[in-house]
């Protein structure tokens, strides 16, 4: 009886572990890349979803709610921006997570990208470790913005904000901000990484009313910097993009 009782357990196990797997649709037109990088999702304890087109994209992320989307910009039809702005655009979509594909790595690609929602972007050709490490790290962004908006208190690495004391602290000591200061950094840990656009710092520490330019938000950033001290790091410069919030001082680039 132990024996059957054991046997049970083990495949109840076993279908919980499955049932957890997270859900990534990959989205390219290239049949080639599709397999390849399923392949390699599977390997990785993920549940590959395969799309080549954009309708398809949109038809299956409505229907299989995937925890992530690896979404092509260059797809015939309906492109990849237009999946991505409906995508964002609808409640049932709204908070998927989306990494970029992109064949040049143009800058502009990048900023309206990122600007309509999407999360992070693997410029091709890429090395499907990059890829592999980008999808894990946004999926924990993901969980950790979740986590972070169910309280007032937002963390990362030595990093303390509290959002309703307007209070930040690193390493126990307490860090004066400006009200600009305080809502450009809340707005980059509240991103978990993402990449924001100075746009997008603008909209968020002054209100889309404001008129302020890219050059009045570096200032602020340099300042922020500063008085972080030791945790300086945290705030990274994504180059002709933007800015977004660092995990620890030796992650990659």
């Not at 059957?4 to 080639?32: M, P």
């Not at 979803?49 to 690896?70: R, V």
């Not at 990059?130 to 937002?154: C, D």
């Not at 809340?186 to 997008?200: C, H, I, K, N």
């Amino acid at each position: 009886m132990s024996r059957i009782n054991e046997t049970s357990r083990h495949a109840s196990a076993v279908r919980t572990t499955a049932s957890a797997k997270r859900k990534i649709l990959v989205v390219d037109d290239e049949k080639d890349i599709v397999d390849l990088v399923a392949y390699n999702l599977g390997r990785n304890g993920y549940e590959p979803l395969m799309a080549y087109n954009g309708n398809q994209a949109l038809d299956i992320a409505h229907k299989s709610s995937p925890d992530l989307i690896i979404l092509d910009l260059m797809l015939p039809g309906l492109d990849g921006m237009e999946v991505a702005r409906r995508l964002k655009a609808e409640a049932q979509t709204a908070n998927i997570p989306i990494v970029m594909l992109t064949a040049k790595g143009e800058e502009t690609d990048v900023v309206v990208g990122l600007t309509i929602g999407a999360d992070d972007y693997v410029t091709k050709p890429f090395s499907m470790k990059v890829l592999l490490a980008r999808v894990a790290s946004v999926l924990r962004r993901a969980e950790a913005g979740q986590a972070a908006g169910e309280g007032g208190v937002l963390k990362a690495g030595p990093l303390t904000i509290d959002t309703l004391k307007h209070e930040v602290c690193v390493d126990d000591g307490q860090v004066k901000l400006t009200l600009t200061e305080f809502k450009l950094l809340s707005a980059l840990v509240t991103a978990r990484g993402r990449v924001l656009t100075r746009d997008q710092l603008m909209d968020k520490a002054m209100g889309t009313d404001v008129f302020v330019t890219d050059r009045a938000i570096d200032v602020h950033i340099t300042a922020i910097r500063k008085k972080l001290g030791s945790a300086s790091w945290l705030v990274h410069t994504v180059r002709g993009v933007g800015y977004r919030l660092r995990e620890s001082p030796e992650e990659s680039e």
